[in-house]
């Protein structure tokens, strides 16, 4: 990401004479930058914030007449374990400086780093769900946990033209996947931020020339992706936030080009999925995953015809007589099996169920049937929420009492202690949860998912009640909420 910075601002400042740049991260060796930056003493600096920390202790850069500080990705450096080194470069810089923050997302921690070292500052967000890029055709296949490596190996089988990223959620994961895809004898790298630079370069050369087709990356290390044509992105493990899925789907279908984004789903996962479809309005299509029998079906019907339209190369009469000679005791068919046996022995090396798919997935149907019952890793059991004390979601009859015309129902419902009561002009008429309503608000205003309490759902509106420490920055983040391009309303509860 930092080079890419760095590339695009040596573009925009080639018409500003005696503008100088210099880039520094880790992974390069550090006494070239050191030379460099000594040398040209460059007005802008684009770094990482171990290699920049690296710099100032050993008094090569000094930050105390700095007038701009950007910091971009903000929440990713925090998750890669920054918090500290951005923290003490920060103590070194002037308060006179002007600060630009740019994040994702707005956990605590960023927060904080706000509170401390921005005076007043003007908070602009742009919502993602109104800018789906309609190129790009959404689906997901449903597994059980235990297939999701066999599920992917026959998703990769039966794309024969797969050019793409596998995206997992962490290190490890992507390690070991990559690991796994070349043992079963695909041509997969993993890209992740245990890699050195020099890593890392050799796997993007190889990747962008397609000598290996899959890139198996973190959330993190694919920001640093710039690859046109890709056919597919595979969400291996799905993200926790809309915005993540919408940013890794964006790798594919670019220029106007078409492309597929395909979630391996389990019964954990399902209820994301659907909380995803309706915050980014798009609807995710169910497929299923292929038969050995059809994957065996399309990987001969494709390796045929490559047969039959190879261009024949010149060969010498003795070449071809001595294969002849060779084969001369074959029939047809035992040829022909023998080059098939060639050309799939990978398909051989684990025997699988010929049905990787759970069955009776009518996801629809089931939605009518379970109502606001969710599979998923923030849905709750209401007894054994009750039994811990924590009876957070309630539903009430959808509004019992009719109002009078423009007036709002009154409902009575009991506040918890240090709770306040919010009106949002969404219920299930919106087709929503109270789990979509808590991932709605936690992902897009910035409060936790814990300091939501009790929710109260009825047909054109939701009350939810949200922890006090919460409220300023609810209220503040609610102006410019959008659901599929709906303005929201949230306001405090004066009933």
Known sequence: MAQQIAKELLIF?????????????????????????????????????GRLKDLIDRKTVFLDELEFLVLDEADEMLNMGFQEAVDEILEFTPESKVTWLFSATMPSEIRKIIN???????????????????????????????????????????????????????KMDTQELAEYLEREG?????????????????VMAKFRNKTTPILVATDVAARGIDVDNLTHVVHYSLPDNPEYYTHRSGRTARAGKK?????????????????????????????????????YNKKIEKFTEKIMNEDTVELTDEMVEKAMEAFQFLTKEDLVKKILAI???????????????????DRRKRDKTQKDRISSPYDRDPKKDRDRGRDRVRERGADKDKPREGERPREEYRTRPNMVNYFINLGKIDD????????????????????????????KHSIIQVDKSMTKRLEESARHLKFKGRKIIVKQDSI
């Open 116 to 170: 401390t070292y921005m005076k007043t500052p003007d908070e602009i967000k742009i919502h993602s769900e109104t800018k789906t890029n309609v190129n790009i055709d959404h689906k997901y296949i449903y597994v059980h946990r235990s297939d999701k490596e066999a599920a992917l190996k026959r998703v990769l089988d039966y794309l024969t033209d797969f050019y793409g990223v596998v995206f997992c959620k962490t």
């Open 186 to 202: 695909y041509r997969a790298e993993p890209l992740h931020g245990d890699l050195s630079q020099n890593q890392r370069d050799a």
């Open 432 to 459: 929503v949860y109270p789990v979509t309503l808590i991932e709605f608000l936690s992902s897009f205003t910035g409060i936790t998912k814990k300091s939501i309490g009790d929710i109260y759902l009825h047909k």
């Open 343 to 361: 050309e799939f022995d990978k398909l051989h090396k684990k025997v699988e169920r010929d049905d990787l798919n759970i069955l009776g997935d």
């Open 259 to 295: 492309g597929t984004s395909l979630a391996i789903v389990t019964p954990q996962d399902i209820g994301r999925i659907r909380f995803f479809e309706k915050i980014i309005g798009v609807e995710i299509t169910h497929i299923k995953v292929p038969l050995q029998s059809q994957m």
């Open 13 to 49: 400042g080639k018409h500003k004479k005696g503008l100088r740049i210099e880039l520094v991260y880790g992974g390069a060796p550090i006494t070239n930058q050191i030379r460099n930056v000594k040398k040209n003493m460059p007005h802008i600096l684009v770094a990482t914030p």
